[in-house]
């Protein structure tokens, strides 16, 4: 299964874009300040997101949720980077939430979009299908 993330919207604060899941729109996303990292930017913890790039991903446990949940791999210069639920970038730390609607910083349904995009990943995982990211 591959998923897409393009990353359209910009601020001070956040940056906001669409998820796809094998070509189809999925849900919104939000994640911290660009500061493109792999331009040679710099990472400011817990306030910048993930460098472009291709991940994989997998589904294991988190410590900090207490619970199964994606992981994206090998992110340079980042640990434990999760896709999870939340609505603004404060909620981030890093990682990529997603969500059903979208505002200016913010996305909403943001539970809903996780538990359905929890049941994508199990039906992937029962086919045999491994799972990757591109971030664009």
Known sequence: MR???YRDTFTEESTVGELSVDGEFFCYTLEDYDRKMEDGGKKEYGKTCIPRGTYD???????KYNKDMPHVLSVP?????RLHSGNKSEDTLGCVLVGKTKGIDFVGQSVIA????????AEAYNRGESISIEIL
């Open 3 to 5: 998923l897409m993330l």
């Open 57 to 63: 991903v997998v589904i294991d446990f988190s410590p």
């Open 77 to 81: 210069g980042f640990e434990g980077i």
């Open 114 to 121: 996780f538990n359905e995009l929890m049941e994508i990943f």
